[in-house]
């Protein structure tokens, strides 16, 4: 079965860091374009960076300087990084693959989660 | 990159069918056949409907259906059951150098 499992959210200050985690089964995460999407509690969904098989890797603009996604082969897992934290990053951060089979679309979900920046 | 234009709210009463719109630009939605729809249950990750405009991967029922005309693309859900009550996101590929784009999500009750 795949699965993903995310861990390392949390309450964090303003200003400060966490490293999140995704725990990858039944899929080489090395071998898929593998990403970070956030939720804002009771709003939409948002790409906040992907990682591709090459070793490309994007940012939004709102975390450009401050996130960094990276990837552990032989862990199979993925990180995300994240730096000056501000109030606005607060959401649920869910790991998801990008479909190797249907173009652009995330066929794969972790659980998610949660990052509460607050002083 | 600015999201995608959803209607916050749908409904309909069971057996009914109702149209969700995904409004884009030319530079995501009218530019690619890579929409994709989710459909998100209370306190549930997002589960993938519909892919390149139109296609279901396997498991997913007949009764949901995607299409696209211009900048907007729209998913219906025909003979509406209980357990399509969610809330539905769209999605764009925007470009080889973006990160793709989400709508807003539209809540669906079944009255």
């Known amino acids: 079965e795949v699965q993903l499992v995310e861990s390392g959210g949390g309450l964090v200050q303003p200003g400060g860091s966490l490293r999140l985690s995704c725990a990858a089964s039944?899929?080489?995460?090395?071998?898929?374009?593998m990403g970070w999407v956030r939720q804002i509690p009771g709003k939409g969904l948002e790409w906040v960076s992907i990682i591709y098989v090459s070793g490309s890797t994007y940012l939004a603009d709102s975390v450009k300087g401050r996130f960094t996604i990276s990837r552990h082969n032989s862990k199979n897992t993925l990180f995300l990084q994240m730096n000056s934290l501000r109030l606005e990053d607060t959401g649920l951060f869910y790991c998801a693959r990008q479909s190797p089979s249907y173009h652009y679309a995330v066929d794969v979900w972790g659980q998610g989660t949660t990052v509460t920046v607050s002083s | 990159q600015s999201a995608l234009t959803q209607p916050p709210s749908a409904s309909g009463s069971p057996g009914q069918s109702v149209t969700i719109s995904c409004t884009g630009t030319?530079?995501?939605?009218?530019?690619?056949?890579?929409v994709s729809w989710y459909q998100q249950r209370p306190g549930k990750a997002p589960k993938l409907m519909i892919y390149e405009v139109t296609k279901r991967p396997s498991g997913v029922p007949d009764r949901f259906s995607g299409s696209k005309s211009g900048n907007t693309a729209s998913l219906t859900v025909s003979g509406l059951q209980a357990e399509d009550e969610a809330v539905y996101y769209c999605?764009?590929?925007?470009?080889?150098?973006?990160?793709?784009?989400f709508g807003g999500g539209t809540k669906l009750t079944v009255l």
């Open positions: 030319s530079s995501d939605v009218g530019s690619y056949n890579y």
């Open positions: 999605s764009s590929y925007a470009g080889s150098n973006s990160l793709g784009v």
């Open positions: 039944g899929l080489t995460v090395s071998s898929n374009s």
